[in-house]
């Protein structure tokens, strides 16, 4: 089926620095990507929609300085959060699904971010 | 308004009973999908199961079964014969306008349920 990896699992970095996630799709090609974030005990929130080739499309709310999203190809996207600050402690989470067919979303397995 | 509500915050499950988890939706459109994703405590997302607006028999994927009442606009999750791994939180999910762009395939989540299977 289809595999959405998801790196790193976690990571803890210091307020003031950059943190890069990587979301691959490795068995199909994923034109579109999407990035949630989700606070503890709480549901998923859709970030942006990460398009191949092109910019990616922000949420209402979400500062695209903030977290830069890159999709150079079609099997990766990445997403940097930048100048972190402990609020953006969170769980990141990918998610791609099979084109051009109706399919279910399929996500990476996470990432856990602390900010210290 | 809420696009997904779940109502049930948490539910209690005895092991090898069947219990149902609520979702309610509000959509305008005719073409949506509705998804069911079981997540442990490791966080990963698990598909579990899917139902079509225009499917006319209700989804079925082993132990999981999708009760849709469209409208009544509700689709709520049967898991039969619980298992102590089902204990997990268990989300709700919609996709409105079922057409071929990517950007179609955006979710939108309720709040969850935490379902706990009591041995």
């Known amino acids: 089926g289809a595999v959405v990896s998801q790196h790193p699992s976690w990571v803890i970095c210091k307020s003031g620095t950059s943190v890069k996630i990587e979301c691959r799709s490795l068995?199909?090609?994923?034109?579109?990507m999407f990035w949630y974030r989700q606070f503890p005990k709480q549901s998923l929130m859709l970030m942006a929609t990460?398009?191949?080739?092109?910019?990616?499309?922000?949420e209402q709310g979400v500062e695209k300085d903030k977290f830069l999203i890159n999709h150079a190809s079609l099997t990766l996207s990445t997403l940097t959060v930048t100048s972190a600050h402990p609020e953006d402690s969170s769980f990141y989470i990918c998610?791609?699904?099979?084109?051009?067919?109706?399919?279910?979303?399929?996500f990476g397995n996470g990432t856990r971010l602390t900010v210290t | 308004a809420q696009k997904i509500t779940q109502t049930q915050p948490g539910m209690f499950v005895q092991e090898k009973e069947a219990v149902t988890l609520d979702c309610t939706y509000d959509?305008?459109?005719?073409?949506?999908?509705l998804f069911w994703y079981k997540q442990p405590s490791s966080g990963e997302m698990i598909f579990l199961i899917y139902?079509?607006?225009?499917?006319?028999q209700n989804a079925t994927e082993g132990r999981y079964s999708l009760n849709f009442q469209k409208a009544r606009k509700s689709a709520n999750l049967v898991i039969s014969a619980s298992q102590l791994g089902d204990s997990a939180m268990y989300f709700c999910a919609m996709r409105e306008g079922l057409g071929s762009g990517g950007s179609n395939y955006k979710l939108t989540f309720g709040k969850g349920t935490l379902l706990t299977v009591n041995p």
């Open positions: 139902q079509g607006s225009y499917d006319e």
């Open positions: 990460s398009n191949e080739g092109s910019k990616a499309t922000y």
């Open positions: 959509t305008s459109d005719q073409s949506y999908g």
């Open positions: 998610s791609a699904a099979l084109q051009p067919t109706v399919s279910p979303l399929h």
């Open positions: 068995d199909f090609q994923a034109t579109t």
